[in-house]
């Protein structure tokens, strides 16, 4: 079992930037695949950015490319997303997520294990 903790979620204004943070425990996160997904109201839970463990490569959601980094520190066991330049429709629970699979996924559903998310607010 893997437990994830996020934190770092705020109100801020439209192009401002924050950092999110995941905490894992329970297994070293070295061999996940790791994510973020968000969820607006009234929305479904889309993709934001992941990580490919097995062959380092981070890819992201069209609407955030350019603006948002994921990072990982397998020795501290834990994944964070910068988010800069954020606007409005950033706003959202923003949730980490790992899969043991190595292969790519964008799929909320394919991934084993959820944080609780954070919330994050972005104003005009």
């Known amino acids: 079992q893997v437990q994830l903790v996020e934190s770092g979620g705020g109100l801020v204004q439209a192009g401002a930037s924050l950092r999110l943070s995941c905490a894992a425990s329970?297994?070293?996160?070295?061999?996940?695949?790791m994510g973020w997904f968000r969820q607006a109201p009234g929305k479904e839970r889309e993709f934001v950015a992941g990580n490919r463990w097995s062959v380092g490569v981070t890819y992201y959601a069209d609407s955030v490319k350019g603006r948002f980094i994921l990072s990982r520190d397998n020795a501290k066991n834990t994944v964070s997303l910068q988010m800069n330049s954020l606007k409005p429709e950033d706003t959202a629970v923003y949730y980490c997520?790992?899969?043991?699979?190595?292969?790519?996924?964008?799929?909320?559903?394919?991934?084993?294990?959820w944080g609780q998310g954070t919330q994050v607010t972005v104003s005009s």
């Open positions: 997520a790992a899969r043991s699979s190595p292969w790519e996924s964008r799929i909320w559903d394919e991934y084993d294990y």
């Open positions: 329970g297994r070293p996160i070295s061999n996940y695949n």
